[in-house]
């Protein structure tokens, strides 16, 4: 029978904070040639901002649960959370490209303990036996970033200047501070031990779940990336933030499917979403030139691949029981690697002279060779 009890009001303010961060993830992809312009910088230099931000999520972690482990949990989170408005707000007053690049890093470092330790706290507001749900509903906080933060930010700039998105993130996150403040409890976790939490990452059973969050992200982040690309030869521009809106939605429809099967069968959901991503993926190839059949596997992408996330979060603190933070905290680095590997596997096949189809082709395979890994793990 499905679980129907709602969750702790805890678990949606640690979504609603995720949201606001995540925000700023997707935010500067759309307003990245009037960020250049205003800092006098190349396109492609002004990405390396998204770079930045992505490299202090994939490192800042794991260093920040160590660092965390003996704080309360609330403290940790309302720390991350300032940090990271403080260092959106600094980059933003200071107007200058090399300062702007030090803060996102640093946002990101901060974005990712938040993270990881928002993960931990969620599992620890529920019975075991909704752990997934739990997860499922705090990173969709990230989905909704995705189909609304972003866009809405983007709008906002456009509105302002580039800096108005971010402004708004800054006040969301600075409410989301106060949140947490008001709404979760001051506990700490039991008997923080570094050493225990260092025992659990040899465990080969966890590795292995980290190199499935590595394959299966990037096997759908590959497509997501390029989907603007592929859309442009088949729709009008002005549909084209609809149907990527369309991602999200079916993002957030999967982490509640997701969520509510993966407490009892991991498994079904993990092979589930894998086989769908292999399925939509290679479907999107075939069908690359007719937007009938484009627009709605961009939706059952999204579901597919968002089934996956709270099962991955389950076996990592079932694997990890003993020592979640710092286990937790790799999770995240793991999903950010997955996303930052997305550009070099799609720039070698376009350096090649391969078309904008063969894309969804690289997402097929890389889901192919996550499978394997995923029959591998039989202690559910």
């Known amino acids: 029978m499905i679980e129907t009890q709602r969750l702790p009001i805890g678990v949606y303010l640690l979504s609603f904070s995720l949201f ?3 925000s700023a993830e997707f935010l500067m992809a759309g307003v990245l040639p009037s960020a250049a312009a205003d800092l006098g910088v190349s396109l492609s230099s002004a990405g390396a901002l998204i770079t930045a931000f992505a490299l202090g999520v994939v490192l800042g972690g794991p260093p920040f649960a160590v660092l965390s482990l003996k704080w309360p ?4 989170l309302m720390i991350t959370q300032a940090v990271f408005a403080a260092a959106i707000a600094t980059g933003l007053l200071a107007d200058d490209y090399w300062t702007l690049m030090v ?10 303990g938040f993270f990881a330790v928002a993960a931990v706290t969620a599992i620890s507001l529920v019975t075991p036996d909704r752990n997934a749900r739990a997860s499922g509903v705090v990173v969709a906080g990230l989905s909704v970033a995705m189909v609304a933060g972003g866009p809405a930010g983007t709008l906002l700039s456009n509105l302002t200047d580039w800096t108005g998105g971010f402004w708004g993130v800054v006040a969301l996150t600075v409410l989301g501070v106060v949140a947490c403040a008001v709404g979760l409890p001051a506990t700490a976790s039991a008997a ?7 025992r659990a990452l040899r465990s080969w059973r966890l590795w292995g779940v980290y190199a499935v969050t590595i394959l299966s992200t990037a096997a759908y982040m590959v497509s997501f990336n390029y989907l603007s690309a592929m859309l442009a030869d088949v729709l009008p521009a002005v549909w084209i933030p609809a149907v990527l809106a369309l991602f999200g939605i079916g993002a957030f429809a999967g982490l509640s499917v997701g969520g509510r099967i993966s407490d009892r069968r991991p498994r079904h959901a993990l092979l589930g979403g894998v086989l769908g991503i292999v399925v939509f993926s290679a479907l999107l190839a075939l069908f690359a030139d007719s937007a009938w059949v484009v627009v709605p596997l961009v939706f059952l992408l999204g579901v597919a691949a968002f089934v996956i996330n709270p099962a991955l979060y389950g076996r990592v603190f079932t694997i990890a029981a003993s020592a979640p933070t710092l286990a937790g905290a790799t999770t995240v680095s793991a999903f950010q690697l997955g996303i930052s590997l997305t550009p070099a596997f799609a720039a070698g096949a376009l350096d090649l002279g ?3 189809s063969v894309i969804p082709w690289i997402g097929a395979a890389l889901a192919l060779v996550t499978i394997p890994l995923v029959l591998m793990d039989r202690n559910h």
């Not at 949990?73 to 940790?76: D, L, N, P, Q, V």
């Open 20 to 22: 606001a961060m995540g």
């Open 103 to 112: 803060t996102r890093f640093v946002a990101g470092l901060a974005y990712a």
């Open 192 to 198: 923080p031990s570094l050493s225990g939490e260092v």
């Open 73 to 76: 949990r609330r403290t940790a």
């Open 354 to 356: 391969a078309s904008l």
